[in-house]
C-alpha cells in the first residue's frame, strides 16, 4: 500500500531523513517510533505530500507522490502534528469546509454524519472548535482526515498534550479505525505503539534502525538476555565469577538474605546462553541454583539496544 524506497531530505547539509525505506501492506497498523527529532514528522511529511524530499522515492498504491500528487493525497487521510484547526468554525462547518477542500463526491450530510458518529463527536457538532477540549479538538482533526473516506491515515502524534483518559480515547479509537484503513501513526511512546500497532518502524537519527512485528520485537531479547538467579553461595565471589564468564555484560546482586544464599541479575550479549556455563561454574564452586528467572525484556530495554547498536555500527561504519 505504501512503499518508501531511500527516502532522504536534507536542511542545508543536516540530515533529518537519511536513507530511509520500508513498506506498509494493505490493513496493517504501523507505528513509528523514535525520539524528539527523529524524522518522524519530516518523513510523514513527505509520504503525505506536504513537504518534498531530497531524493528517492515514496509511492502510495503504486502510484508515485510526485508524480500523482492529487490522487494520492486523495487516498491518504493526514493529521499532522499540529491539525490545522479553524477554531472560529463549528465541527460541522469545519467537516464540511473540509469536505469542499478535497472535492468530496460521496453524499454530504450521509458521510459527515457518519465521520461524527465513528469519531463520536455527537453532541458537539454545533460547538466552536476553540470551545472544545484538547482530546474533542483532536477529535475533530482525525473527523478531518477521514473525510473523503481515505483508505490510509497517518497520525503524527496523536496523542500529544492529551490527559490520561483523553489518551485512551483516542488510542481507542485509532485502533477501531485500524479495522477497515492502513494506519500508521508516529510516537515517541513505546507503551502506545505496543497497545496499537501491528508492526514496529524505529527512527532515531534520521535512520530506520528496526522494522519488527510488535510481538517479535519485545520477543527478540526475551529468554537469553537477561536473567535473575538465586544460588547458594558468598554474593561477593558469585559476582565476580558471573563476571567473568563469556558473553556476560552486566551482573549485579539483586539482594542478600541473610542465609548465605543471594539473588543476582545477569545480563548476556544476545546470541550469548550463559545458563550452561553458569551452571558449570556455580557447581564447580558448590554453590547451588536455587532459582532461575527470565524477566525478559520491555520495549525500553529493545529501544534502547536497537538504538546504541545503530550509533556502533555508524561509528564503526565511520564516515555515515
Ligand atoms: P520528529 O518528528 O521525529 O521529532 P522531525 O522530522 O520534526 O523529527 O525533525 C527531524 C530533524 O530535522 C530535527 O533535527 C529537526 O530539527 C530538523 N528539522 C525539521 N524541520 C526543519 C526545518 N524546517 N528546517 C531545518 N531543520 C528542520
Ligand atoms: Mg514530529
Same mark, same amino acid.
Given at each position: ?168 480515547? *483516542?488510542?481507542? /479509537? ?8 492502513? #494506519?500508521?501513526? %508516529?510516537?515517541?511512546?513505546? +507503551? &502506545? ?95 547451588? *541454583?536455587?532459582? /532461575? ?8 530495554? #529493545?529501544?534502547? %539496544?536497537?538504538?546504541?547498536? +545503530? &550509533? ?9
Amino acid at each position: 500500500m505504501i512503499k518508501v524506497e531511500h527516502l532522504v531530505k536534507k536542511y542545508g547539509d543536516r540530515y533529518a531523513v537519511n536513507d530511509i525505506s520500508f513498506e506498509v501492506r494493505k490493513g496493517e497498523i504501523v507505528g513509528f517510533l523514535g525520539p524528539n527529532g527523529a524524522g518522524k514528522s519530516t518523513t510523514l511529511n513527505i509520504l503525505t505530500g506536504y513537504l518534498s524530499s531530497t531524493s528517492g522515492k515514496a509511492m502510495v498504491d503504486g502510484l508515485d507522490i510526485l508524480e500523482h500528487p492529487m490522487e494520492v493525497k486523495k487516498k491518504i487521510g493526514f493529521l499532522p502534528e499540529q491539525p490545522p484547526l479553524y477554531l472560529d468554525m463549528t465541527v460541522r462547518e469545519y467537516l464540511n469546509f473540509i469536505y469542499d477542500l478535497r472535492k468530496c463526491k460521496l453524499n454530504r450530510r450521509e458521510h459527515i454524519n457518519e465521520i461524527i458518529r465513528v469519531v463520536k463527536l455527537e453532541g458537539t457538532e454545533n460547538r466552536m472548535i476553540k470551545n472544545l477540549s484538547k482530546g474533542y479538538r483532536q477529535r475533530t482533526g482525525i473527523a478531518g482526515a477521514i473525510v473523503g473516506n481515505p483508505e490510509v491515515i497517518i497520525f503524527d502524534e496523536p496523542t500529544n498534550g492529551l490527559d490520561p483518559k483523553q489518551i485512551i480515547d *483516542i488510542r481507542n /479509537l485509532i485502533k477501531e479505525l485500524g479495522k477497515d484503513h492502513t #494506519v500508521i501513526l %508516529s510516537t515517541h511512546i513505546l +507503551s &502506545e505503539v505496543k497497545s496499537i500497532c501491528d508492526r514496529i518502524l524505529i527512527i532515531n537519527d534520521g535512520k530506520l534502525v528496526a522494522d519488527q512485528l510488535t510481538g517479535n520485537i519485545e520477543g527478540e531479547l526475551r529468554g537469553n538476555r537477561r536473567i535473575s538467579m538465586r544460588a547458594d553461595g558468598p554474593a561477593d565471589r558469585v559476582l565476580a565469577e558471573l563476571k567473568k564468564l563469556t558473553g556476560v555484560v552486566y551482573a549485579s546482586i539483586g539482594a542478600e538474605y541473610g542465609d548465605g544464599t543471594a539473588s543476582f541479575l545477569i545480563e548476556s550479549q544476545k546470541d550469548v546462553d550463559i545458563r550452561k556455563p553458569m551452571f558449570y561454574m556455580l557447581a564447580k564452586n558448590n554453590w547451588p *541454583i536455587l532459582s /532461575l528467572e527470565f524477566p525478559g525484556a520491555n520495549l525500553e530495554d #529493545v529501544f534502547i %539496544s536497537v538504538v546504541d547498536e +545503530s &550509533e556502533h555500527e555508524q561509528k564503526k561504519g565511520g564516515n555515515k
